[in-house]
């Protein structure tokens, strides 16, 4: 069968089903959620209390999701943010903003993810591969944009919101927010939002040269009820970063002044999202979400010496359709989810050399089109299985691999209500992943020689958890705790390795895509999370240990074991929520570079007084010791250079940085 064979199917399938509901790609675990002004943040891995978010004045998405068992985000400059679930990257997982795709492989040296955390009012991360809904073989992260009748309470037809903040290593910035509802059906929302960095210090003082620029994020979004069981909703959502940066964003600035000599490079770096999604709920027998989306990014840099200009896009398109029904069948209770994803991507590469040579170009293309089920099965009062199906057709176009793959993927799990407080979970998910296309920035694969044999990576997940709730225990207000163990394993793995046909190695040398062998990946993810009265309290720990099968090493950014713990007082005569947040991270000394654990700790107040109604004060201090540190996450160790010799590649992140931000809305 075709992959236009396969669309038309997929339309059909839309037109016949043509009805269905608004909803969360779920997968049938109980996720925990929270919800604040900015951002809900809902985990497969802990439970997180509201404020721990909320007074955070979240500026890099590592605010939002290093509180989370299994998750980092590795990286420091804007340019570079790097979401990591188990020691897999974002390229590894499934990516989304408002349901469209944005998974791109830019360039080595930056990130793939162009995304503003103070953007966000739901932020949806499922740790590991356990649906096979979700296609990436880490887990996926889908974040929401804000919608107008989030801000709006009953009665309200309009409102807005301004904000300022102000960090003193190193960060300005500001946003205007109006959003109204026009009548019965139509709501709006318009943000736009402008950060001024300078160049920060990290905990021993040293200027991170090459950090200074701006960031503008504007975005539009409208929604119309067609009636109260059927919605049409449009956005778009536009992102640019500038700057004169360093020439190695995610290395350290002792790396950069030893390779660029303290030349900058002037960068643009922008994302262009436009989604339209249709829903209807019609009740328990059908939910549904049909949608459509294009997401563009663009690179940009001028090498400074050469004059040389390179420009890289990729641009993702594509369909989804996710649906729910609910029904009684052969004496059973099912909840059925079922859909499809349609994904076409292309990049386009464009060096455009200062001496007036010829431009060198290149363009890839790939489309994956993927149908599943997965149906919940209840089995009486206290089990319920979890069967799930799923095929994907990816196929690529490019000068190295012209090559299509069907793969089919199966899931099963199960869940036992061993009490009202305690279950028991458990479950095995295969998954799949095609070749990805070859790196934009450094040629798209021009240069690199075909591989026939080239195979696809796939594996499984396993996992077994325990989840336990209750309430008034001990004379504690609710107790909520967590515990999970892991094993994936990825076969096949692809890397871009030496060409083994010839006698040349090294910078220079031709090159291939090749299957490395297999990785292996292990550990365990636990929290406890407890409420009385005004305080609450979450403790968390998190153990991940990876293996190359090919070298015996950990994966490059495998973070390891961690724990993290939080505090949050509530004085609501003050109308003042406090919360003290701290990160241990321990010694990893397995990896092929040895990294240093860290202890580090936050603090942050939030006041919003009763004489000022929707004024809001909030005071913060990151890092409050100055600690010297390297996420796991991010690059870090010694390599050596041809040329330079050793070089320490330490990504430090900021020292101590005072946060301040005031907010007023008014309706």
């Known amino acids: 069968m075709t992959n236009s064979e396969f669309v038309s199917i997929a339309c059909l399938l839309a037109g016949l089903a043509g009805t269905q509901p608004a909803l969360a790609a779920t997968t049938g675990q109980p996720d925990e959620e929270i919800v604040i002004w900015g951002t809900r943040v809902k985990s497969s891995s802990i439970f997180l209390d509201e404020e721990q978010i909320g007074v955070k004045q979240a500026d890099h998405l590592s605010d939002l999701l290093r509180d989370i068992p299994g998750v980092d985000v590795g990286g420091t400059h804007s340019l570079n943010q790097r979401i990591n679930i188990r020691g897999l990257d974002d390229t590894d997982l499934q990516v989304t903003i408002d349901g ?37 073989m880490g887990g996926a992260v889908h974040f929401e944009t804000k919608v107008a009748d989030d801000l709006l309470s009953a009665g309200e037809n309009y409102g807005a919101r301004m904000q300022t903040a102000y960090h003193d290593n190193a960060l300005w910035s500001y946003g205007l927010t109006g959003y109204a509802r026009i009548g019965e059906r139509l709501d709006a929302v318009m943000y736009y939002s402008q950060v001024d960095r300078d160049n920060f210090e990290d ?9 200074d620029g701006d960031l503008e994020n504007l975005l539009l979004k409208t929604g ?74 663009d690179l940009e840099r001028l090498a400074t010496l050469t004059n040389n200009r390179t420009e890289g896009n990729a641009a993702n398109q594509g369909v989804s359709l996710l649906a729910e029904s609910r029904i009684d069948f052969a004496g059973f209770a099912h909840r059925l989810l079922y859909g499809f994803d349609y994904l076409h991507q292309e990049t386009d590469y464009r ?119 209750t309430t008034n225990m001990l004379g504690i207000d609710s107790i909520n705790a967590n515990f999970t163990v892991f094993r994936t394993r990825l076969e096949d793995k692809i890397e871009e390795v030496d060409y083994p046909l010839d006698a040349c190695t090294g910078r220079g040398c031709a090159g291939w895509y090749d299957n490395t062998g297999a990785v292996e990946i292990q550990g365990l993810e636990a929290g406890l999370s407890v409420f009385k009265n005004n305080l609450s309290a979450t403790a ?46 321990l010694d990893e000394t397995a990896s092929a570079a040895a990294k240093q654990g860290y202890d580090l ?21 990151e890092n409050l010791f100055d600690e010297l540190y390297v996420s796991h996450a991010s690059r870090v160790g010694v390599t050596i250079h041809p040329v330079f010799g050793p070089l320490v590649l330490d990504d430090y992140e900021p020292g101590r940085n005072i946060k301040a931000t005031l907010s007023y809305k008014f309706n």
């Open 224 to 297: 119309f009820a067609i009636d109260d069981r059927q919605r049409l909703a449009l956005s778009y959502d536009r992102y640019r970063d500038s700057g004169s940066y360093a020439e190695r964003p995610d290395m350290g600035v002792r790396t950069n002044q030893a390779l660029s000599a303290g030349l900058l490079f002037p960068t643009e770096y922008g994302r262009d999202t436009l989604t339209a999604a249709y829903t209807l709920d019609l009740g328990s027998g059908l939910n549904l979400r049909l949608s459509g989306f294009r997401n563009e990014t």
């Open 351 to 469: 060096l455009k050399y200062g001496n007036g040579s010829p431009d060198r170009t290149d363009l890839q293309q790939a489309e994956n089109l993927a149908f599943y089920a997965e149906d919940r099965i209840g089995i009486g009062e206290r089990f319920s299985l979890k069967p799930g199906i799923r095929v994907d057709r990816y196929a690529m176009d490019t000068d190295i691999n012209d090559s299509d793959y069907t793969r089919w993927s199966f899931g099963l799990a199960g869940e036992f209500v061993m009490t009202d407080q305690l279950r028991l979970q458990g479950g095995r998910t295969e998954f799949f992943k095609g070749p990805e296309l070859s790196e934009v920035f450094t040629g798209a694969g021009i240069g690199n020689i075909p591989n026939p044999d080239l195979e696809p990576e796939s594996g499984h997940n396993d996992e077994l958890g325990l989840r336990f709730r």
């Open 100 to 136: 469209a795709n944005q998974n791109n492989y830019m360039y080595h040296h930056m990130g793939n993810l162009l995304i503003n955390a103070d953007i966000l009012r739901a932020v949806d991360v499922q740790v590991g591969a356990n649906s096979v809904i979700n296609g990436g």
């Open 601 to 621: 700790h936050n603090i942050s107040g939030r006041w919003q007084p009763d004489s000022i109604r929707g004024l809001s004060v909030t005071l913060g201090v």
């Open 540 to 585: 968390s720990y998190s153990k991940s240990d990876s293996e190359v099968k090919s070298t015996g090493f950990p994966l490059e950014r495998e973070v390891g074991d961690s724990i993290g713990l939080s505090l949050d007082y509530t004085f609501p005569s003050l109308h003042l929520d406090l919360n003290w947040t701290s990160r241990f991270a």
């Open 203 to 211: 905990g021993d003082g040293v200027e991170v040269f090459g950090s």
